[in-house]
């Protein structure tokens, strides 16, 4: 199977910044698409940027010029650094990956468990 493994959420103030990491491991045989999500209470989840296997960024409207979001292809692994974190980003942040599955060679797309994020005032 394919497992995806989030770290770096936490407790910061409004201002601070994190950096979250998601790293991929089990059957890949190659990682298209590899994105950032987040889910705030009572919200549905939203994309917060993604990035391709070439290196074609997307980001919300809400996180440009804040946050980048970047990937090691040799690591299976993408990051997403957040700088001047504001209290409407608190949320539950979810990585997920576009994977090719190195025995079935189908491709689907696997969610990380999640990471919480919260700023305060």
């Known amino acids: 199977q394919v497992q995806l493994l989030e770290s770096g959420g936490g407790l910061v103030q409004s201002g601070g910044s994190l950096r979250l990491s998601c790293a991929a491991s089990?059957?890949?045989?190659?990682?298209?698409?590899m994105g950032w999500y987040r889910q705030a209470p009572g919200e549905e989840r939203e994309l917060v940027a993604a990035?391709?296997?070439?290196?074609?960024?997307n980001y919300a409207d809400s996180v440009k010029g804040r946050f980048t979001i970047s990937r090691d292809n040799s690591a299976n692994t993408v990051y997403l650094q957040m700088n001047s974190l504001k209290r409407e980003d608190t949320a539950v942040y979810y990585c997920?990956?576009?994977?090719?599955?190195?025995?079935?060679?189908?491709?689907?797309?696997?969610w990380g468990q999640g990471t919480q994020v919260t700023v305060s005032s």
């Open positions: 990035i391709t296997r070439g290196g074609s960024i």
């Open positions: 997920k990956a576009g994977v090719i599955h190195s025995i079935t060679w189908n491709l689907n797309d696997y």
């Open positions: 089990g059957r890949i045989a190659r990682i298209n698409d």
